[in-house]
Structures are given as structure tokens and as C-alpha cells.
DNA sequence: TCGCTATCTTGTCAACGTAAAGATAAGGTT
DNA sequence: AACCTTATCTTTACGTTGACAAGATAGCGA
């Protein structure tokens, strides 16, 4: 039976507390309403100890958008048989991932030229560009038709977290963007 | 001839330099790179001068949004006749107007129970309603087809203003929203 | 001229991000 | 077992920040 040390000096797993802990406190306060010395107290240890494993706050939030494109083009890749799948596999990252969306998306806060970031985001948009595709009529029509329907997919999954859609529109996002994107699909067909 | 005093105790227009300040501020930093006091510094003045016009910080943002929803709405309410206009102006508000879009769509960083920002916001989701209303098929689709236009424009001016589209997509951003708007609008005919 | 109010300054405080230097633990090598 | 190397965390320190309080200055109507 493994004891808890109260003063371990080592706390084992920081990495992994101070991710979790940013991840609680975006999804309450937003990518910029904390501190990187609260973290460091919720997590129990110094403030200075994060430094060691993310370097600055950048190093953080670039650990959490890595993190985040991992788990999203995961989610993608599970769903790209189905366009609509796709569609709402977007719109059910964003919901229900908030913290890592809320990073991902707003490149001025972390260091975009991050290796595995890249090679994650990659994989995510070689997933929406292949599923996009074949909504397409013509070859011609493929950029348009995928920008068309990444700006859907990710215009809905913006304006629902920011709640700026109405009030009718804020319970079940999933269903919601369900219909929106049959709804396009059905255009498109 | 009006002599501009260089130790004027009263700066004259002080709330209009903070504001501009902070426009510039948030182009080059985004909305949480700088800081109060280096805007009062720009503008000559001490540094707890913009406290006066806005309280805080979120003060300052809450003005700043305020601003955008009031140019937005008259920017969409001069394209309301026809469905692609509302469209483009709505994506070249967003990318010339950046410093604007950017803290609008961010509730968290202001006061959404300001007053005269509720006003302007609302003036311009009734340009929205109305205008992609006239998209619908249905009186039954209304409701989501307009939540499909606004997705969609705001979707590619959020993903356009990120960097996130492809390097093709950087130049034009306004040409190639019409295209892509255009191929939406013959789509849901 | 007087007084009222808006505007701005000065001084202060706790909290923050970051860096440097030191302490402690863990693990491999001999 | 003794040693050394490296990873991890603490302590201390510095300059900056947002916010507040108190005081100075200016404009303006009575």
C-alpha cells in the first residue's frame, strides 16, 4: 500500500496537475483569468515549480493546445466514414472539451511552431479536408466546399460557446448542430 | 491658432486616445498582451488616468466592445437588402476591424449587461434574422437556416482571423468569403 | 469671485511572471 | 555501499501590473 506523503518534496506527477488544474481553471475563468502561481498552490507545490516542466506560461498553454489537437484529431478520425459524423464530432469536441478549444483556436497564446502541435493539427485537417471533399458537386468545387463547411462546423461551435446564440439554442448543442449540418448537407446533395 | 500645451493637466480627449490605444494594443498583442498603464503611457498621461473613464480593465474592453457592436451594426445595417452583402460585410467587419471582433465575441473579457452594448448587439442580430430568413425554404427552416448563414460567416471570419485556413487563403480574405457564401446561397436554391 | 465637479497625479499595496541559486530526491555506475 | 549525475522542486529576488485612496488642478456655471 503506497503512502501519500504529505511534504513529499517531489510531487510525481506535476506535468500532468498543473495541465489538469489550467484545463479547470480556462473552463471558469477563460484563457487569461488565472495565474500560473495558483495553479502552483492548487497543485500544492511552489510557485516557481511549474517552470521546470513548461518553462513559462507559453510553454503551459502550448502543452494545452497539443494536448487539445491530439484529442480533436482523434475525435475526427473516429468519425471520418460519415461527413455529418465529422460535422458534429466538431461541434462535440468544442462543448465538450471547452478548455482545450478555447486555446487551440487563439494562436497569439502559445508557440504555434510546436512539433507535435503541428503534427496534430495536421492530422485533424487532412481528416476535415478529405470528409469535406466529397460533399463537393465537382473537383473544381472542393476548396469551397471545405472551407464552406469547416466555417459551419467551427462558426457554430464559436458563437455556441461564446453564447451569442439564442437562448432556445443553448441546451443541446449537439442536436442543434446535428440539424444545422443536415441541413447544409441536404443543400449540397 | 490652438497651441497644444505640452504639460496640459488635461489631456483633452483622454478617453478617445485610451481607446484608440487599446485598439492598437490589441492588433498587435490581442486582447490580453498589454497593459493599462503602458496605454496611459502612450497617450502622456499618468498611469492611473484611464481609471477615471473606465473604471478598470473591463471597463475599457466593455467600451471597446461596445464601439464594435455600434460600427457593426451599422455595417450590416447598409448591406440588409441583399443576403451576400450581410454576408461579406459581416467577414470584412471581422478581418478591418480586428481589434473590434476579437473582444466581441469574447463575453468574458467585458460587462454583456452594458446597456448601450445590448442595444447595438441586438441591432445587428435582427439584420442577421432578417436577412438569412430570406434564405429559408420554409417558415419551418428559419430558424436553422439562419443559424447556418451566421455559423457560416462567422466561422470563416473566426478561422480566417486565426490563421487556421490554408497559406492559398491569406490574401483575400473578402473575395474569397463572397465565393464561399455565394456557393451557399446556390446551394440553399 | 466663488464653489462645484470633472479630470488627472502621486503614492501605495498585494499579486503576478520570470529568473537565479540552492536543496532534495532518484537512479545508475562502480 | 559509496559516488555521481540528473531531474525535480524550493527559496529568494526583481520589475511590472491592476486597483485603490488621497490630493492637485482646471473648467464652468452661479
Same mark, same amino acid.
Given at each position: 500500500?503506497?503512502?501519500?506523503?504529505? +511534504?513529499? /518534496?517531489?510531487?510525481?506527477?506535476?506535468?500532468?496537475?498543473?495541465?489538469?488544474?489550467?484545463?479547470?481553471?480556462?473552463?471558469?475563468?477563460?484563457?487569461?483569468?488565472?495565474?500560473?502561481?495558483? &495553479?502552483?498552490?492548487?497543485? #500544492?507545490?511552489?510557485?516557481? !515549480?511549474?517552470?521546470?516542466?513548461?518553462?513559462?506560461?507559453?510553454?503551459?498553454? +502550448?502543452?494545452?493546445?497539443?494536448?487539445?489537437?491530439?484529442?480533436?484529431?482523434? +475525435? =475526427? %478520425?473516429?468519425?471520418? %466514414?460519415?461527413?455529418?459524423?465529422?460535422?458534429? !464530432? /466538431?461541434?462535440?469536441?468544442?462543448?465538450?472539451?471547452?478548455? /482545450?478549444?478555447?486555446?487551440?483556436?487563439?494562436?497569439?497564446? /502559445?508557440?504555434?511552431?510546436?512539433?507535435?502541435?503541428?503534427?496534430?493539427?495536421?492530422?485533424?485537417?487532412?481528416?476535415?479536408?478529405?470528409?469535406?471533399?466529397?460533399?463537393?458537386?465537382?473537383?473544381?468545387?472542393?476548396?469551397?466546399?471545405?472551407?464552406?463547411?469547416?466555417?459551419?462546423?467551427?462558426?457554430?461551435?464559436?458563437?455556441?460557446?461564446? #453564447?451569442?446564440?439564442?437562448? +432556445?439554442?443553448?441546451?443541446?448543442?449537439?442536436? =442543434?448542430?446535428?440539424?444545422?449540418?443536415? &441541413?447544409?448537407? #441536404?443543400?449540397?446533395?
Amino acid at each position: 500500500m503506497r503512502q501519500i506523503k504529505q +511534504t513529499a /518534496y517531489h510531487h510525481g506527477n506535476l506535468r500532468r496537475a498543473i495541465i489538469d488544474a489550467a484545463l479547470a481553471a480556462i473552463t471558469e475563468f477563460g484563457p487569461a483569468g488565472w495565474s500560473l502561481r495558483e &495553479l502552483a498552490r492548487r497543485a #500544492g507545490v511552489s510557485h516557481a !515549480a511549474p517552470a521546470h516542466h513548461f518553462g513559462d506560461k507559453t510553454g503551459l498553454l +502550448t502543452a494545452v493546445a497539443a494536448e487539445g489537437f491530439e484529442v480533436f484529431a482523434d +475525435t =475526427l %478520425e473516429r468519425a471520418a %466514414e460519415d461527413v455529418l459524423d465529422v460535422g458534429v !464530432a /466538431y461541434v462535440r469536441f468544442a462543448t465538450g472539451h471547452r478548455p /482545450y478549444f478555447e486555446v487551440m483556436f487563439r494562436p497569439e497564446l /502559445y508557440r504555434v511552431d510546436d512539433p507535435s502541435l503541428k503534427a496534430a493539427r495536421e492530422r485533424a485537417a487532412h481528416v476535415l479536408v478529405v470528409s469535406a471533399g466529397r460533399l463537393s458537386p465537382s473537383p473544381a468545387q472542393d476548396r469551397l466546399t471545405t472551407i464552406a463547411a469547416w466555417s459551419l462546423a467551427h462558426g457554430f461551435a464559436s458563437l455556441w460557446l461564446s #453564447g451569442a446564440l439564442p437562448e +432556445t439554442a443553448r441546451d443541446d448543442p449537439e442536436a =442543434l448542430a446535428r440539424s444545422v449540418i443536415q &441541413l447544409f448537407i #441536404g443543400m449540397a446533395r
